[in-house]
């Protein structure tokens, strides 16, 4: 297919040979921003010799993840980050992601996943309980905690071991590794430099350690009984066609996946969720009075869960607002089109959640925090067309369920146990890595509520 001159999309302004490198790589999210509101849902840039379609179009989302999706596959910076994700169901494709999907999905099964749900219960009710203990007059950074408590969920639920030393390691190091491959995916020129000042050498050095964990931990599993976890599952997990299950290497690709993008991309949602919660009065009030009144029954069980109604929705307006998966990209295999957007071969589509999210054709006042939009009488039409917190189409997110399990009880229950307050005139920004961080963190005075 050749692309028509009259789909040529608009471009952003550039340098010669290097293009918009200086404006994107240290502000993504200002840079689409920009060219978005100049130019429309769809511009072109190159940043050196890499050539990109920026989009904010849910025409394009829909297409590109799932209409026409084969034409689509994985493009640099993805192989950059299976440096270190290795090739887990988030780097692979081809057959060989098939194969490996069709051996995990049972793992993520909704039955499966319930009956964790009362081990996430425990697991948060003790962290809150050592959080009343250990609370103070001085500000709590919430970010921080909700990692904290989401690494301990991961560790249980998923990993099927106890909390160490070198696990904690894995989650404090995890940044440095993303900031590192982030470099490599935003500046084709780091990539050779990071060879010659050591930087890579220590990432390796890194991933060695991160190695050794994940492996012992496989080792100790196989020789362990069996238990109500993800490693268990995937362990049994067996082919239908071969009867194989998964080799030590997948096992180790998926788990270092799950445990470090998983319960991260969970922690940072709920630090999100209370900053537009402290923002907004009316929904702090709405939260507390739900909270109060379901878990002052006792736990329930997924009872309790189905009730978290307007909890889940705030949830869901957080991913909407801060998605933690703010951008995705492909590779354009052959020229292609849609709704009038030319889509080039050999181009990355980089597709701004963030954008998306926040696009005004499809959203009433998008930059208003609004859990209604997901209530019985909410925006049904902008959630269909223009809501991609997890992805979509066959490579949708495959823990999907089991983060908004996680994200539902989690804010639940801390809302129930604390009553809180940002701290006045803090700077928030975001810190766009692999996930969206609040890059100051976000600090709460968190108080013990009466309940």
């Known amino acids: 297919m050749e692309v028509s001159d009259k789909l040529v999309l608009p471009k952003a302004k550039a340098l010669p040979l290097l293009g918009s490198i200086f404006e994107f790589a240290p502000n993504p999210i200002g840079f689409l921003g920009k060219n978005f509101s100049a130019l429309g849902e769809n511009f072109t840039f190159y940043i050196g010799p890499r050539k990109l379609v920026a989009t904010s179009d849910p025409f394009v989302f829909e297409h590109v993840l799932q209409l026409n999706h084969r034409n689509y596959s994985k493009d640099f910076a993805m192989h950059q980050l299976s440096l270190a994700l290795g090739r887990g169901l988030l780097t692979n494709e081809g057959e060989s992601w098939w194969k490996q999907r069709r051996l995990a999905q049972p793992a993520f099964y909704k039955k499966r996943l319930d009956a964790l749900f009362e081990v996430m219960f425990n697991i948060s009710n003790e962290y809150i309980k050592g959080l009343k203990a250990r609370n103070s007059k001085q500000p709590t950074f919430i970010d921080k905690e909700m990692m904290a408590l989401t690494s301990d969920i991961a560790i249980i639920t998923l990993l099927g071991t106890e909390k160490t030393d070198e696990l904690i390691y894995m989650q ?93 991309t969970s922690g940072y949602t709920l630090a999100w969720a209370f900053y537009a919660i402290g923002k907004n009065p009316e929904v702090y009030a709405k939260v507390k009075a739900e909270v109060n009144s379901v878990f002052s029954k006792g736990f329930q069980g997924m009872d309790t869960l189905k009730e978290l109604v307007y909890t889940r929705q705030i949830i ?50 998008p930059e208003v925090f609004n859990p209604e939009r997901f209530g019985e009488n909410g925006e049904k039409e902008a959630i269909k067309k223009a809501y991609y917190p997890f992805g979509g189409g066959p490579r949708m997110c495959i823990g999907n369920h089991f983060a908004l399990m996680e994200t539902t009880l989690v804010l639940g229950m801390m809302m129930y146990h604390f009553d809180f307050t940002l701290v006045e005139d803090q700077k928030i920004d975001f810190q766009p890595l692999v996930t969206l961080k609040p890059r100051y963190g976000i600090q709460t005075h968190l108080r013990e509520s009466k309940n």
């Open 172 to 264: 404090q190091k995890f940044v440095d590794v993303q900031e590192h491959l982030i470099k490599r995916i935003r500046n084709p020129f780091f990539a050779p430099f990071s060879h010659l000042d050591g930087s890579h050498n220590q990432f390796n050095k890194i991933m060695e350690t991160f190695d050794k964990i994940i492996y012992r931990i496989i080792d100790e599993k196989k020789k362990s009984v069996p238990g109500n976890d993800l490693i268990t599952m995937l362990l049994e997990a067996k082919d239908a066609d071969t009867g194989e299950g998964m080799s030590d290497k997948q096992l180790r690709d998926e788990l270092i996946t799950i445990y470090v993008a998983g319960h991260e």
């Open 316 to 365: 869901d307006e957080t991913l909407r607002l801060y998605p933690t998966a703010y951008l995705l990209s492909r590779l354009i295999k052959e020229n292609d089109r849609v709704n009038g957007v030319a889509l080039p071969e050999g181009h990355v589509v980089l597709l701004s959640t963030l954008y998306l999210h926040r696009n005004k054709k499809y959203w009433q006042n």
